[in-house]
């Protein structure tokens, strides 16, 4: 035998080894369940928290303000797998919530935050002319800014979204720290059984890249659907 053939023999038993012996592949399935599951909740959780945050960030009373400044402040001044813990062990400790859920609520959370600052940018960057023309038409300062200016904000943050989700996928890798068996969970599981290192790391980072490639790819054919008023 060649020395390709040899390493292409052992490359096969290792990942038999791996992904096939004792169905360790299901494993990986379920943990692409997990994750799915807590990014699509996560990103509607905080897509909602940004925007209300967003709104309180651009009032011009001081008590919507302060509370929109402490919060984007705290939750992105702190990282991410201390506000999990936090709130898994903590604040939702005593309720009767499916794991995922409370996850899926951590992120959303830190995600709001984010969110917020990119709905504002978007916000902010549509011309204050908009806004005179909705108000010289009769419309008030709600519709001005759900009829006028939001629609047209959503074109200018929607890539800056779109990265957010990506991110947020990448993120749900430490849901492990609460029990929960997503992607990289399953994989660290299969190296531990198996005492490899090199297959189940490979594997599981195939398998984010993949859901991160599939995503990107919907995403930007939305993003030319939302394009396709613009002139350029």
């Not at 898994?88 to 499916?98: E, G, R």
């Not at 419309?139 to 200018?156: H, S």
């Not at 297959?199 to 939305?222: H, W």
Request: charged content about 20%; proline content about 2%; hydrophobic content about 50%.
């Amino acid at each position: 035998m060649t020395g390709i053939q040899v390493w292409f023999s052992d490359f096969c038993d290792l990942f038999e080894k791996c992904f096939i012996r004792e169905e360790r592949y299901k494993l990986l399935l379920s943990g692409i369940g997990v994750t799915i599951k807590v990014s699509l909740l996560a990103v509607i959780i905080g897509i909602l928290i940004g925007m209300l945050i967003a709104m309180c960030n651009l009032s011009k009373r001081k008590l919507p303000r302060a509370i929109g400044g402490i919060y984007t402040d705290i939750i992105r001044g702190t990282p991410s797998v201390t506000q999990l813990m936090i709130i898994y062990f903590v604040i939702f400790a005593t309720v009767n919530l499916d794991k995922w859920i409370i996850a899926a609520i951590a992120f959303g959370v830190n995600s709001g935050a984010y969110v917020s600052e990119i709905i504002r940018g978007g916000i902010l960057s549509v011309d204050h002319g908009q806004t005179e023309a909705g108000r010289s038409l009769g419309l008030n300062a709600f519709q001005t800014m759900t009829r006028i200016v939001i629609p047209q904000a959503v074109k200018n943050i929607f890539p800056a979204l779109c990265n957010e989700f990506i991110v947020l996928i990448k993120e749900t890798a430490i849901v492990g720290y609460v029990g929960l068996m997503d992607i990289q969970k399953a994989g660290d599981f299969i190296k531990s059984a198996t005492f490899e290192a090199f297959m189940p790391l490979v594997g599981t980072a195939v398998i984010y890249y993949v859901l991160i490639k599939i995503l990107t790819l919907s995403l930007r054919q939305v993003e030319k659907h939302l394009r396709k008023s613009d002139a350029r």
